[in-house]
């Protein structure tokens, strides 16, 4: 029996996919979403942590805490989540989960924090040549995590052409019968 859903988000549309069918599958359960989203400090944070005092000219004032980075990501998921799937969430029993690290690390530990039956992602769309230099998100949660996880492909274009189902990925067109 499924109690418990957790669904990683980056905030990005393909992101909304995985959440979607997360979503479904919560109301076909009747079980409680996590939507969780893996924060991140931004490059000019990391370059320079800390302002000069301008009184004392030595000491060093922290540009963040680790405090405002979890509230700022919290807010950023929840606004993606009004603006992207507002009206999917009415009647369901959800709830924000932030985290900061590393995205494939964090989603498992929070799978096992939260005691998730599920993990519900979405599979992020990768040109052949990074396909062979790193390994996916969604591969990486699959091999560490306790629980099954469901990893959602994103929807591909497609059109006929002369008969073939021509799915257009990324500017190459690639062929297969209908």
């Known amino acids: 029996m499924i109690r418990k859903i957790l669904s990683p988000s980056d905030l990005s549309a393909n992101s909304k996919t995985g959440v979607a069918y997360a979503i479904s599958l ?13 924060a991140s400090i931004s490059f000019p944070l990391l370059a320079c942590p800390c302002e000069v005092d301008p009184l004392f000219g030595r000491n060093c004032v922290p540009r963040f805490t680790v405090d405002q980075l979890m509230r700022e990501g919290e807010s ?18 959800w709830k924000p989960k932030i985290s900061l690290g590393k995205p494939a690390k964090e989603i498992v530990t929070a799978a096992c924090q939260e005691e998730a039956d599920l993990i519900v992602m979405a599979k992020k769309k ?32 497609q059109r006929l052409w002369r008969g073939w189902r021509v799915p257009l990925i990324g500017g190459v067109v690639q062929g297969s019968e209908a």
């Open 26 to 38: 919560v109301r076909e359960n009747r079980a409680e979403l996590i939507i969780f989203h893996a």
């Open 76 to 93: 950023k998921l929840i606004h993606f989540i009004h603006a992207h799937l507002g009206d999917e969430f009415r009647g369901l029993r």
């Open 126 to 157: 990768k040109r052949p040549l990074s396909r062979l230099l790193s390994r996916s998100i969604s591969e990486a949660v699959s091999r560490q995590a306790y629980c099954p996880v469901v990893s959602v492909s994103p929807p591909q274009t």
